[in-house]
């Protein structure tokens, strides 16, 4: 049973362009969630998906950022017209239920992002 | 916001020391996580505490959830070099989860 699977691991962006990061949660598990890290910082909850909704986008930047989670292929976090601020680790994490406070969230092994 | 304060943020040790870091909230959690992260890697879940006064075990961790359900430990004994990389207190709020900025954990070769 694969675990959380994301790509690229490592992406390089110059200021202005687009970053696109996937996130292919474990088999099974229908519920999503993206984090951000910064170097020296715990993780930072950004969104919580279920297949083709949005349910809590409360640590979301209103603005460059947007995330997906279609029907059918992975999650996707999306970051338009990048800055060097957006460098950080981001980390994608599943789970089986959702919104239990019990239920345990499998975290991926991250996508490094650098904005040059 | 409601924040994890983690301690210590580093720690030195000799191979085989016992190690013990603690975390304190101003908020109550409903469940205390412990997480360890390794260099480039995301983080794995070690230890769940879900009820005020648990104390759990995992091989050479164990974890207690405080009384308050404010605060947590985590021990780690007889620790081998394997046991290097940072970890991380969390705690669930609703749909997400909530970390401090870890412990990082050398061993002095």
């Known amino acids: 049973n694969a675990g959380v699977m994301q790509n690229p691991r490592h992406l390089v962006r110059r200021r202005g362009q687009e970053a696109r990061l996937r996130c292919s949660p474990m088999?099974?598990?229908?519920?999503v969630y993206w984090y951000r890290q910064l170097p020296e910082e715990g993780l930072k909850f950004m969104v919580y998906?279920?297949?083709?909704?949005?349910?809590?986008e409360s640590g979301m930047p209103k603005e460059r950022f947007s995330a997906e989670f279609p029907k059918e292929g992975p999650s996707i976090l999306r970051i338009q017209q990048v800055v060097r601020g957006d460098s950080a680790a981001y980390f994608c994490?599943?789970?089986?239920?959702?919104?239990?406070?019990?239920?345990?969230?499998?975290f991926g092994p991250g996508t490094r992002l650098t904005v040059l | 916001g409601q924040q994890l304060n983690q301690s210590p943020q580093s720690m030195f040790i000799q191979e085989g020391e016992d190690v013990s870091m603690n975390c304190t909230s101003s908020?109550?959690?409903?469940?205390w996580l412990w997480y360890k992260q390794d260099p480039g890697e995301g983080p794995v879940l070690l230890i769940a505490?879900?009820?005020?006064?648990e104390l759990t075990s995992n091989g050479r961790l164990t974890a207690q959830f405080g009384i308050t359900r404010k605060d947590s430990f985590l021990n780690i004994s007889a620790s081998i070099p394997s046991d290097v990389g940072i970890y991380f207190c969390?705690?669930?709020?609703?749909?997400?989860?909530?970390f401090g900025k870890g412990t990082r954990l050398h061993i002095l070769p």
């Open positions: 994490a599943s789970s089986p239920y959702g919104r239990l406070s019990t239920d345990t969230q499998y």
């Open positions: 088999k099974g598990h229908s519920h």
């Open positions: 998906l279920q297949k083709e909704n949005i349910i809590d």
């Open positions: 908020s109550i959690f409903n469940t």
């Open positions: 505490l879900y009820k005020a006064g």
């Open positions: 969390a705690g669930h709020l609703g749909d997400k989860i909530i």
